[in-house]
């Protein structure tokens, strides 16, 4: 079945740089890749999403790329603000549109 | 607000007892999502419901079981409480099981 590995586990960065978290999947068949934000007690939230008919999407800071070839997505957040510290996940659909999530990344913002 | 609501809010009960959390999916949609997240953990899909019909299982414990009804709300029954069954539980839901899954804000369960 699909798995779904995300990287890093906890990313640092300073405030107005910006952040990578990568996922990778195995199915092949995959082709739905959400990613969300869930912050402290706070229910996950959809942030962006991506198809696998096109390579890349953005919406202001945050965009998404997908390498359906190497069966890998990532998530770039921007001139990072205090407000992104958060925990992102990331999730594949597989061939049995069953949503496969990643453990989790989770973003601190230094001021 | 994603309009996906659940009840309670909170739910501090002992060990050996059993609860019942209770979801409304968001207007038009057919599929309701149960998660289980413990302290500082990942999301762990329970379970899957579409239109009243159980659709995907995921690593959910025998002491707990759920449903959907006719009018699409779904509850997910909790029985002999562990301590280790405290945790955040989510409903989401999505028009079909292709589409995008919102979430509900979650109730939070303590088993003293």
């Known amino acids: 079945g699909e798995n779904v590995e995300q990287h890093p586990s906890t990313l640092s960065v300073q405030e107005g740089d910006s952040a990578v978290i990568k996922c990778t999947y195995s199915?092949?068949?995959?082709?739905?890749f959400p990613w969300y934000k869930q912050e402290l007690g706070k229910r996950p939230q959809l942030i962006i999403d991506?198809?696998?008919n096109v390579g890349e999407k953005k919406d202001q800071r945050i965009a998404v790329t997908l390498n359906k070839t190497a069966k890998h997505f990532s998530l770039h957040i921007t001139e990072t603000q205090p407000e992104d510290s958060a925990v992102y996940f990331c999730?594949?659909?597989?061939?049995?549109?069953?949503?496969?999530w990643g453990a989790g990344t989770k973003l601190i913002i230094k001021p | 607000d994603s309009g996906v609501t659940q009840t309670p809010k909170h739910l501090i009960t002992a060990t050996g007892q059993r609860v019942t959390l209770r979801c409304s999916p968001r207007?038009?949609?057919?599929?309701v999502y149960w998660y289980q997240q413990s302290l500082d953990q990942g999301l762990q899909f329970l379970i899957q419901?579409?239109?009243?019909?159980?659709?995907a299982k995921g690593n959910i414990l025998e002491r707990f079981s759920a449903q959907q009804f006719p009018d699409l709300h779904s509850e997910l029954n909790l029985s002999s409480l562990e301590l280790g069954d405290s945790a955040l539980y989510f409903c989401?839901?999505?028009?079909?099981?292709?589409?995008?899954?919102?979430f509900g804000p979650g109730t939070r369960l303590t088993v003293l």
């Open positions: 199915d092949s068949a995959s082709n739905y």
């Open positions: 991506i198809r696998s």
């Open positions: 419901y579409y239109n009243g019909e159980e659709r």
């Open positions: 207007s038009g949609d057919l599929s």
């Open positions: 989401a839901s999505s028009v079909i099981q292709s589409d995008t899954q919102y």
């Open positions: 999730a594949a659909l597989d061939s049995n549109y069953q949503l496969i």
